[in-house]
Nanobody, 114 residues
Framework: QVQLVESGGGLVQAGGSLRLSCAASGSTFSINAWAWYRQAPGKQHELVATITSGGSTNYADSVKGRFTISRDNAKNTVYLQMNSLKPEDTAVYYC????????WGQGTQVTVSS
């Protein structure tokens, strides 16, 4: 079973930036599509961004132009660069395969203050 370890979250003021990382175990990382999801308090998980094995990306309308997803197959790691952060981006951020398979990791908390 793939183990997922997200990191890089924190407290930032509106307009600031953060870079999230997700380290995944296993030998099949490079052939899978991956995604970042988020869960705000009291809400369901929301798909934020996806990246295919070939590097094609897609974004939720709410983050388009502000967030960038990338991957490093040599490091089995997916990244999410988040710029121009808004208070409504506050959530716990998770990575997982896309479509999602397996359990969630522990996530990383992102809090954006106004």
């Amino acid at each position: 079973q793939v183990q997922l370890v997200e990191s890089g979250g924190g407290l930032v003021q509106a307009g600031g930036s953060l870079r999230l990382s997700c380290a995944a175990s296993g030998s099949t990382f490079s052939i899978n599509a991956w995604a970042w999801y988020r869960q705000a308090p009291g809400k369901q998980h929301e798909l934020v961004a996806t990246i295919t094995s070939g590097g094609s990306t897609n974004y939720a309308d709410s983050v388009k132009g502000r967030f960038t997803i990338s991957r490093d197959n040599a490091k089995n790691t997916v990244y999410l660069q988040m710029n121009s952060l808004k208070p409504e981006d506050t959530a716990v951020y998770y990575c997982n395969r896309f479509p999602r398979t397996g359990p969630w990791g522990q996530g990383t908390q992102v809090t954006v203050s106004s």
